[in-house]
């Protein structure tokens, strides 16, 4: 079974430019997230899509990142612009929707804002 | 909300020695405790969890327990091989998979040979 795929693997920007990452979850997995990572801390959720709604976006900068999952399958998560703050890994994961249950997470996108 | 905090954020243990993170959580409604195992470069796994309703769970060499009271839950790796060489994230997450999942800041764990 193919597991998380997310792209790129590593970016790098200047800060106030734009950047979008890529993610395909697990086939048939209804729930997908967006986690940010930075150094030395536990992932952070983002953003939370239940098939094609979202669930939780409490913790997502909405002045400069936004997110959607275009016919409950695909998603991207863009920022713009961004900031020397940004600078992490972000993750996505999905899961199959049920009650709690295990996450899948892909590789993550590093990036990097000078 | 729910908050998560996990101790120690370091650890270094000798090969064949058992390695214990703790982590204590805040809400008490949460009833799903996850543990995640990340390697260099690579996104977090589970290795195991534990639900509200049991008090240990045991998987070959690792174990976890919950001591709901206490609102703490702690992973427990015997016999430690330097493959066990990642960091450590605890998490906590209420009953639905509405619910976000609260990771901890994690437990650099080293194995040394």
């Known amino acids: 079974e193919a597991g998380v795929a997310q792209s790129p693997r590593y970016k790098i920007i200047e800060k106030r430019q734009s950047v979008a990452f890529w993610c395909n979850p697990i086939s048939g997995h209804a729930t997908l997230y967006w986690y940010q990572q930075i150094l030395g801390q536990g992932p952070k959720l983002l953003i939370q899509?239940?098939?094609?709604?979202?669930?939780?976006d409490s913790q997502l900068p909405k002045d400069r990142f936004s997110a959607e999952r275009l016919k409950g399958v695909d998603s991207t998560l863009k920022i713009q612009p961004a900031k020397l703050e940004d600078s992490a890994v972000y993750l996505c994961a999905s899961s199959l929707g049920q009650s709690t249950g295990e996450l899948f997470f892909g590789e993550g996108s590093r990036l990097t804002v000078l | 909300g729910e908050n998560v905090e996990q101790h120690p954020s370091t650890l270094s243990v000798q090969e064949g020695d058992s390695a214990v993170i703790k982590c204590t959580y805040s809400d008490s409604a949460s009833n799903y405790f996850p543990w995640y195992k990340q390697e260099l470069g690579k996104g977090p796994q589970l290795i195991i969890d534990i639900r509200s309703n049991v008090g240990e769970k045991k998987d070959q060499r690792i174990a976890v327990t919950l001591n709901k009271t206490a609102k703490h839950f702690s992973l427990h790796i015997t016999e430690t091989q330097p493959e066990d060489s990642a960091v450590y994230f605890c998490?906590?997450?209420?009953?639905?998979?509405?619910?976000?999942?609260?990771f901890g800041p994690g437990t650099s764990l080293s194995v040394i040979p």
């Open positions: 899509f239940q098939n094609n709604g979202v669930v939780d």
């Open positions: 998490a906590a997450q209420k009953k639905t998979s509405y619910d976000k999942v609260i």
